[in-house]
């Protein structure tokens, strides 16, 4: 099966940055879309930012031009750089796949989800 691994997440200070990356491993045939949402504790799971495979992106609005996304093909890893933080960034960050992966004896289409890792903001 398919495996999101996020990582980078972890504690700063307000106008810091951060640099998240997910890494997906397993039966991959192909990816289409990849993005980063967020989940604030009391909150909504949010998108934060995506990325298709022509590497055409959106941004929440609350993170634009503070946030950038991209991928890597070749190691089937996504990335957001994160600059000037504010505490209201503050949230448990989780890297989405959309592709294509080996499941059994067919291929599936599906989204995948990572575990998440935290990014605490502080003022």
């Known amino acids: 099966q398919v495996q999101l691994v996020e990582s980078g997440g972890g504690l700063v200070q307000a106008g810091g940055s951060l640099r998240l990356s997910c890494a997906a491993s397993?039966?991959?045939?192909?990816?289409?879309?990849m993005a980063w949402y967020r989940q604030a504790p009391g909150k909504q799971r949010e998108l934060v930012a995506a990325?298709?495979?022509?590497?055409?992106?959106n941004y929440a609005d609350s993170v634009k031009g503070r946030f950038t996304i991209s991928r890597d093909n070749a190691k089937n890893t996504v990335y957001l750089q994160m600059n000037s933080l504010k505490p209201e960034d503050t949230a448990v960050y989780y890297c989405?796949?959309?592709?294509?992966?080996?499941?059994?004896?067919?291929?599936?289409?599906?989204?995948?989800w990572g575990q998440g890792t935290q990014v605490t903001v502080s003022s």
């Open positions: 397993g039966m991959i045939v192909s990816i289409r879309d």
């Open positions: 990325i298709t495979s022509g590497a055409r992106t």
């Open positions: 989405n796949l959309k592709g294509t992966a080996v499941v059994g004896p067919v291929f599936e289409v599906d989204d995948y």
